[in-house]
């Protein structure tokens, strides 16, 4: 799935430091839910405190580039139903990792990062 020359960090470290990052820079972030500890995905959950929220799932293109894209609508939806189908996809995936983050303007923090 991985390239030998790429150098991967494990998932539990990169997640972890993410949430720090947020956390340092007064960003509140949770770890929702552990997935595997060496490859699994992340799932993020971007909370706008307006009772919505965005939820967007970390994919790989076709050269195995990690990136992000909604996985629900196509922006902000009701929180219930994002966490409805939070729950949903962590039935069928237990390897995914769950990461919420408070994101009044709905941008995603860890745009510029990849495991």
Same mark, same amino acid.
């Given at each position: 799935?991985?390239?030998?020359?790429?150098?991967?960090?494990? =998932?539990?470290?990169?997640?972890?430091?993410?949430?720090?990052?947020?956390?340092?820079?007064?960003?509140?972030?949770?770890?929702?839910?552990?997935?595997? $500890?060496?490859?699994?995905?992340?799932?993020?959950?971007?909370?706008?405190?307006?009772?919505?929220?965005?939820?967007?799932?970390?994919?790989?293109?076709?050269?195995? $580039?990690?990136?992000?894209?909604?996985?629900?609508?196509?922006?902000?939806?009701?929180?219930?139903?994002?966490?409805?189908?939070?729950? $949903?996809? =962590?039935? $069928?995936?237990?390897?995914?990792?769950?990461? !919420?983050? !408070?994101?009044?303007?709905?941008?995603?923090?860890? !745009?510029? =990062?990849?495991?």
């Amino acid at each position: 799935m991985y390239g030998d020359d790429e150098a991967r960090v494990p =998932t539990h470290l990169w997640v972890m430091a993410q949430v720090r990052r947020c956390n340092d820079s007064g960003q509140p972030a949770y770890v929702l839910r552990k997935g595997e $500890r060496m490859g699994g995905l992340v799932l993020l959950k971007l909370a706008l405190l307006d009772g919505t929220a965005k939820v967007l799932v970390q994919q790989r293109d076709l050269d195995g $580039r990690l990136g992000w894209m909604l996985a629900k609508g196509d922006g902000p939806i009701p929180e219930p139903d994002a966490d409805a189908y939070i729950a $949903r996809t =962590t039935d $069928r995936d237990p390897d995914l990792w769950v990461v !919420e983050v !408070e994101a009044r303007d709905g941008q995603n923090p860890f !745009e510029e =990062t990849s495991v």
